[in-house]
T-cell receptor
Framework: AQRVTQPEKLLSVFKGAPVELKCNYSYSGSPELFWYVQYSRQRLQLLLRHISRESIKGFTADLNKGETSFHLKKPFAQEEDSAMYYCALTDFGNEKLTFGTGTRLTIIP | DVKVTQSSRYLVKRTGEKVFLECVQDMDHENMFWYRQDPGLGLRLIYFSYDVKMKEKGDIPEGYSVSREKKERFSLILESASTNQTSMYLC??????????????FGPGTRLTVL
């Protein structure tokens, strides 16, 4: 069975400091990993996916198959990054996602 | 812009009532999903539909059923609501890529309270 673990329920970071939201997964197939974000009073939306290898809003995430991790990073936090972040996993080509429990990120001004 | 709408933002029902949650998408997406979102538990998939009249159980289907009679509409049904079904319900849709996993687009959510 596939599983996604986000060990931090809450994370507070000062503005301008680096951010790292942790995501570990357990899956033996060919995983596709995603980060979804929900800003206050907005819908849940895709932030980035590992296949795209792109940086969105200054965030990046690298899939590390050896450590089975897909941590989300940003070098300098901004106040508008405060949100709920979910890591999600699926088998390549499968439409069903398994979500982690989420991390609420708060940026302290 | 993909638009996923849900029939109600807030709903209050009594134990034992039959509850219908409606979701409509306007982008001709093949796939539609129902999740519930609970603090500390994240999003959990209830049911998934990949075509009209087709459905698959998710991780927590007990106590729920679904209906997809038209491509754009996916309904979640609580046959006999119970207090442990108090939650935020999110609908999502995706196009359905061949050989890939498409982005899921979410609705605003329905906060259901069962008294």
């Amino acid at each position: 069975a596939q599983r996604v673990t986000q060990p931090e329920k809450l994370l507070s970071v000062f503005k301008g400091a680096p951010v790292e939201l942790k995501c570990n997964y357990s899956y033996s197939g060919s995983p596709e990993l995603f980060w979804y974000v929900q800003y206050s009073r907005q819908r849940l939306q895709l932030l980035l996916r590992h296949i795209s290898r792109e940086s969105i809003k200054g965030f990046t995430a690298d899939l590390n198959k050896g450590e089975t991790s897909f941590h989300l990073k940003k070098p300098f936090a901004q106040e508008e990054d405060s949100a709920m972040y979910y890591c999600a996993l699926t088998d390549f080509g499968n439409e069903k996602l398994t979500f982690g429990t989420g991390t609420r990120l708060t940026i302290i001004p | 812009d993909v638009k996923v709408t849900q029939s109600s933002r807030y709903l209050v029902k009594r134990t034992g009532e039959k509850v219908f949650l409606e979701c409509v998408q306007d982008m001709d997406h093949e796939n539609m999903f129902w999740y519930r979102q609970d603090p500390g538990l994240g999003l959990r998939l209830i049911y998934f539909s990949y075509d009209v009249k087709m459905k698959e159980k998710g991780d927590i289907p007990e106590g729920y059923s679904v209906s997809r009679e038209k491509k754009e509409r996916f309904s979640l049904i609580l046959e006999s609501a119970s207090t442990n079904q108090t939650s935020m319900y999110l609908c999502a849709s995706s196009f359905g890529l061949a050989g890939g996993t498409d982005t899921q687009y979410f609705g605003p959510g329905t906060r259901l309270t069962v008294l």
